[in-house]
Antibody, heavy 118, light 107 residues
Framework: EVHLLESGGGLLQPGGSLRLSCAAS????????MSWVRQAPGKGPEWVSR????????HYADSVKGRFTISRDKSKNTVYLQMNSLRVEDTAIYYC???????????WGQGTLVTVSS | EIVLTQSPATLSLSPGERATLSCRAS??????LAWYQQKPGQAPRLLIY???KRATGIPARFSGSGSGTDFTLTISSLEPADFAVYYC?????????FGGGTKVEIK
């Protein structure tokens, strides 16, 4: 059974930094692309970033480009999201998702809440 | 960026009724569209991908159709567990985008 467990969320001030982690299990980690998707309170999901199976290729939403960095560690079966220069509008639940069939989000974690507030 | 517009925003129906949800894309996404269901406090769940393919474990009462810019998710006979919010998502172009959602509520 696929299991994705996010951690690292919290409350911080604008301009701060945070690193989210997503520990994956139940599948062959280095054969699937992975993504982060966020959802602000009361809003729909917003795709944030994607990393390829090997970690060589990354994509970002314009809203986070230059501030967020996605990476993965195959020795730890973990995906990371380094978030810098955080803004109030980055407040959301951040979900880790396993990608299949192109770029669809087949399996999701339970999410970790990031709150940016002064 | 491809904008996905879902309608209606809210659909009020009774169990056993048929639900028809719409998703319109600002430009063609070919068949590369998915539908997700989300219940309160839960992550979204993939229902349909590539317009009409059901994801693993999804009941046959869920079906998808369309191509290009106009897509439909149909729930043939609503069950109590189906009252939720539904989102469409395209994978045609970067950035990957979601629609604003349709809430299916009990009438």
């Amino acid at each position: 059974e696929v299991h994705l467990l996010e951690s690292g969320g919290g409350l911080l001030q604008p301009g701060g930094s945070l690193r989210l982690s997503c520990a994956a299990s139940g599948f062959t980690f280095n054969t699937y692309a992975m993504s982060w998707v966020r959802q602000a309170p009361g809003k729909g999901p917003e795709w944030v970033s994607r990393v390829s199976e090997t970690g060589d290729t990354t994509h970002y939403a314009d809203s986070v480009k230059g501030r967020f960095t996605i990476s993965r560690d195959k020795s730890k079966n973990t995906v990371y999201l380094q978030m810098n220069s955080l803004r109030v509008e980055d407040t959301a639940i951040y979900y880790c998702a396993k990608i299949e069939a192109g770029n669809y989000f087949v399996d999701w974690g339970q999410g970790t809440l990031v709150t940016v507030s002064s | 960026e491809i904008v996905l517009t879902q309608s209606p925003a809210t659909l009020s129906l009774s169990p056993g009724e048929r639900a028809t949800l719409s998703c319109r894309a600002s430009q063609s996404v070919a068949i590369y569209l998915a539908w997700y269901q989300q219940k309160p406090g839960q992550a979204p769940r993939l229902l349909i991908y590539d317009t009409s393919k059901r994801a693993t474990g999804i009941p046959a009462r869920f079906s998808g159709s369309g191509s290009g810019t106009d897509f439909t998710l149909t729930i043939s006979s609503l069950e109590p567990a189906d009252f939720a919010v539904y989102y469409c998502q395209q994978r045609m172009n970067w950035p990957l985008t979601f629609g604003g959602g349709t809430k299916v509520e009990i009438k």
